[in-house]
């Protein structure tokens, strides 16, 4: 009896910490490239201290991660509401993402556009928004909401230089043209010289999320695949399709080694 008791109090004691693994987990994807994921790690680091001065009788230390844990919820709720409020929004989002960009071809039709573009050199910046709605990081009054099915001739006719938002970045959202003539923010980093405004822009942007931007040169025609600190030049047609579809086909966000045959370019 008491053996089935103990075995019994194992299964549940092991479903508990299955349980609190997973929901970590989906924290952490959640709030991946938020400003709240740091905080969450630090959070984690002063939990693992709180529990050991507990084991090892730090008394004061103790006592004083006490008091902090017990009002950091009430911080974190009033500093991160943003943050806590998209994250909830978009539990759901990545799979709902992937099947809306593997409908219709939208893929396909973006990399065609694309490739267009290259051929005529004709720049611009192309942004497939993946998990992290993109909405705080390219200006909500800048540029054009369109909410237009996503074809090749769209593309091309909003990146033409008669257009007068040809020169922003177009995002594509759940499988349609969500907004053109986007404004991106800028990267800090120091770049090559070969690359221009509009790399700068979808480094910038991808330091902060997880989209996938394609850059064509207006100078060279090159395409580029930008994602998290990765840039990938000079791409062909096939090998950025192929890329694009391995990005929306991963369940959460992109290992940095997914194309270990292509180092970055920093």
Do not use: C
């Amino acid at each position: 009896m008491i053996e089935k008791i103990l075995g019994f109090n194992t299964i549940i004691a092991a479903l508990d910490i299955v349980i609190v693994a997973f929901i970590l987990y989906w924290l952490m994807l959640m709030f991946k490239g938020t400003r709240a994921e740091r905080m969450l790690w630090g959070i984690a680091i002063i939990v693992v201290v709180y529990f050991a001065s507990q084991r090892f009788e730090l008394l004061t230390l103790h006592w004083i991660l006490s008091n902090f844990l017990s009002s950091i919820v009430i911080f974190i709720i009033v500093v991160f509401q943003q943050d806590i409020r998209r994250a909830l929004v978009q539990m759901g989002k990545p799979f709902s993402t992937r099947e809306a960009m593997k409908a219709g071809g939208v893929l396909e039709v973006t990399v065609k556009a694309a490739q267009k573009m290259s051929e005529t050199r004709t720049g611009g910046i192309l942004v497939l928004e993946r998990s992290i709605d993109l909405g705080d990081f390219i200006g909500e009054d800048a540029g054009i909401e369109l909410d237009a099915k996503v074809s090749k001739e769209l593309i091309l006719s909003i990146f033409n230089t008669a257009s007068p938002v040809h020169d922003g970045a177009i995002i594509i959202r759940n499988g349609r043209v969500f907004k053109a003539g986007a404004i991106l923010p800028l990267t800090n980093k120091e770049l090559s010289n070969s690359l221009g405004t509009r790399h700068r822009a979808a480094i910038g942007l991808a330091e902060e999320t997880d989209a996938a931007i394609i850059v064509v040169s207006e100078e060279t025609g090159e395409m580029t695949l930008v994602f998290e600190d990765g840039i990938y030049p000079d791409l062909a047609a096939d090998k950025l399709l192929s890329d694009l579809k391995q990005l929306f086909a991963f369940k959460g966000y992109p290992k940095k080694a997914m194309f270990p045959w292509r180092a970055p370019s920093k």
